[in-house]
């Protein structure tokens, strides 16, 4: 995965160095963006779930699969409390109150970045067959969130005595477990890439998934009312 990662340097790097994560590790980012950030990162979480849930059932490894099902477990404990949480916290900024109704009720706003992902995604579970593609999928998805923490801790840009609402999320992005998760995901795609077709799938799906990374990251940036 590294070469692959060498190969694509220019795209992958401008995931992992998006102003949107970076003022996220200084602290600076605005209660408006991340809570625009999060409220459109909360419509994946479903479909991560479901995701796994798809990759777990073509793995064709016993310890993988038993990995792959914890995660499950792990995503539906951690990270929706910080959801919760978090977005909870936010709603009592007064600042917000014009943009609330419209991100979180019934109709909310999906931005269209974001529409494209989902539907990624859902081909992804729904009718994509093939192991390689779906945990090159996952892999990169969470290789990208692991990089952008990794990204602004080699430059130091990390503040000291974050709020929560930051450093929950860069905890939840970059803690041994995290890592962990990376790893087994990096080596579950490289025990798969198998034949010269298998490797072009994973080629394809990187690149995809690093674009659609990107336009989510800026999309929720630069949103405004």
Same mark, same amino acid.
């Given at each position: 995965m590294?070469?692959? =990662?060498?190969?694509?340097?220019?795209?992958?790097?401008?995931?992992?160095?998006?102003?949107?994560?970076?003022?996220?590790c200084q602290? @600076?980012?605005?209660?408006?963006?991340?809570y625009?950030?999060?409220?459109?990162?909360?419509?994946f %979480?479903? %479909?991560?779930?479901?995701?796994i849930?798809?990759?777990l059932? $073509?793995?064709?490894?016993?310890?993988a699969s038993i990995?792959?099902?914890?995660? =499950?477990?792990?995503l539906?404990d951690?990270?929706?409390?910080y959801?919760?949480e978090?977005?909870?916290? &936010?709603e #009592?900024?007064?600042d917000?109150?014009?943009?609330?109704?419209?991100m979180?009720n019934?109709?909310?706003?999906?931005?269209?970045?974001?529409?494209?992902y =989902?539907?990624?995604?859902?081909?992804m579970?729904?009718?994509?067959?093939?192991y390689i593609? $779906?945990i090159? $999928?996952?892999?990169?998805?969470?290789k990208?969130?692991?990089a952008w923490?990794?990204?602004n801790?080699?430059?130091?840009?990390i503040?000291?005595?974050?709020?929560? #609402?930051?450093?929950?999320?860069?905890?939840l992005h970059?803690g041994e477990h995290? =890592?962990?998760?990376?790893? %087994? $995901?990096?080596?579950?795609?490289?025990?798969?890439?198998?034949?010269?077709e298998?490797?072009?799938?994973?080629?394809?799906?990187f690149?995809? @998934?690093v674009? &659609? +990374?990107?336009?989510f990251f +800026?999309?929720?940036?630069?949103?405004?009312?």
């Amino acid at each position: 995965m590294e070469k692959l =990662i060498q190969d694509n340097y220019d795209l992958y790097t401008k995931a992992i160095s998006q102003p949107l994560t970076n003022e996220l590790c200084q602290g @600076t980012l605005s209660n408006s963006r991340l809570y625009t950030y999060l409220v459109q990162d909360l419509k994946f %979480f479903e %479909f991560s779930l479901n995701l796994i849930g798809k990759t777990l059932s $073509l793995c064709d490894d016993p310890g993988a699969s038993i990995r792959l099902a914890k995660q =499950i477990g792990w995503l539906a404990d951690d990270e929706n409390t910080y959801f919760r949480e978090t977005l909870a916290e &936010l709603e #009592k900024d007064n600042d917000l109150s014009s943009v609330i109704p419209k991100m979180r009720n019934d109709n909310g706003i999906t931005l269209p970045a974001v529409t494209k992902y =989902i539907e990624y995604l859902e081909y992804m579970i729904h009718e994509s067959k093939t192991y390689i593609e $779906l945990i090159t $999928l996952c892999y990169t998805m969470e290789k990208i969130y692991l990089a952008w923490v990794e990204y602004n801790q080699e430059r130091g840009t990390i503040v000291a005595n974050l709020a929560p #609402k930051f450093q929950t999320w860069i905890d939840l992005h970059s803690g041994e477990h995290f =890592i962990e998760w990376v790893d %087994f $995901l990096q080596r579950e795609v490289e025990r798969s890439i198998t034949s010269e077709e298998k490797e072009k799938i994973n080629h394809d799906t990187f690149v995809k @998934t690093v674009g &659609l +990374e990107i336009d989510f990251f +800026e999309s929720c940036y630069n949103y405004k009312e």
